[in-house]
């Protein structure tokens, strides 16, 4: 087998572009797998939660987003965290940089899919680098654990990467509180979405592995910032900038859009229901192509993707203790059964399966299967 050495010595790097300029002088370069923003000098305090160099650092050379390489070495490789400290400091020399002096996160994701951004905010320059990917590490906070950090590292695919640079003199206090911010104004996005937990029923509040730097400028002369509130005009700036360039680099990544996101298989895929559960619920009458032609026209129609969403509104209220669910799940049947009037097969034992339906997610299982039972009988009688 190959070895972790070998794959670096021989990884061709290309030539290191300018992708972007950021606030105070930081230049984006990509660089192989990694996004670097190189500091002009050592005038620059950097907080991190990445996983290379994290927490307060002063004076670094630059502030790294490393993409991973993939495959099984690599996956191999993940299970002792000195073997990964090698590798990484082997990479960041390769690209000529000292491990001793950058700051790094890590993400799966590709540095072409990065979206970088500016912004003049209450007079104060700020600049964004965001890389994003949540379709394989979504997670709600509070979701039941997935491994145990003690016993071995992972890396998977779906992490949430934030550089922000902010041409100002943040104290301490004042960039803890920007992070809450960011990190606030992410999992806002990401609701806004409605991307799944991967670990739970749940939308996601971020990933796993998200990770935020911010660099703030202490150079002589620069406006001093002693504390950031929420409602501020800086923070307001701060945030639109974090949600263009977050839902940009979601379609990127992932081709996460809320188009994309428009889809009752998408929506309902959270609560653990897939094509193969609701076709599972009836034997059709109906020819495979039919309902083939029938599941295209429907998961994505717009009258069926907000019914669907404004009954899993419910299940996530009446999840959350703040509706009963014999009445949730009355209202929820009540709802749906009277939009979709006309549009559903008339036959007693499905009305009778209807009312012995106990949960929500049994009852749009059902529901679903015979919307599309319905429309695959009309596209037969149109084809006759």
Known sequence: MITWEQTVESESLGERTIVGEMCSGITAYRHGRALILKLPDGGFRVLSTGYHNGGFTDSSDAVVNMGTAGGKLEWVMMGDRETVIAYNNACFARLGLDPEKIVAEGTAANMV????????????????????????????????????????????????????????????????????????????????????????????????????????????????????????????????????????????????????????????????????????????????????????????????????TAILRIYDSIDAGVMDPAQGLDAAKRMALGALEGRLPENPVYSLRIEDAATIPEFLSLLCAMVIEYRATEIAEGRR
């Open 113 to 308: 899919n990065a979206s970088i951004g500016s912004v003049i905010s209450d007079d104060i320059p700020v600049s964004i680098a965001i890389t994003a990917g949540i379709n394989g590490n979504g997670g709600c906070a509070g979701d039941p654990a997935s491994f145990d950090e003690a016993e071995r590292y992972i890396e998977k695919n779906g992490t949430i990467i934030m550089l922000l640079s902010v041409g100002a003199d943040l104290s301490d206090t004042a960039m803890l509180q920007l992070m809450n911010i960011m990190v606030q104004a992410k999992s806002c996005v990401i609701q806004e979405m409605q991307a799944k937990s991967l670990y739970s029923h749940r939308i996601a509040t971020g990933s796993g592995t998200d990770q935020i730097a911010i660099i703030s400028d202490k150079h002589d002369g620069m406006k001093a910032v002693g504390d950031i509130s929420i409602d501020s005009e800086f923070a307001r700036g701060v945030v639109s900038l974090l949600r263009e360039n977050l839902f940009r680099a979601f379609e990127w990544q992932a081709n996460m859009t809320p188009t994309e996101q428009a889809d009752i298989l998408v929506q309902l895929s959270r609560i653990g229901l897939t094509m193969t559960s609701i076709k599972d619920e009836i034997r059709f009458p109906n020819r495979m192509k039919d309902l083939q032609d029938a599941i295209r026209k429907l998961v994505r129609d717009p009258y069926l993707v907000a019914m669907v």
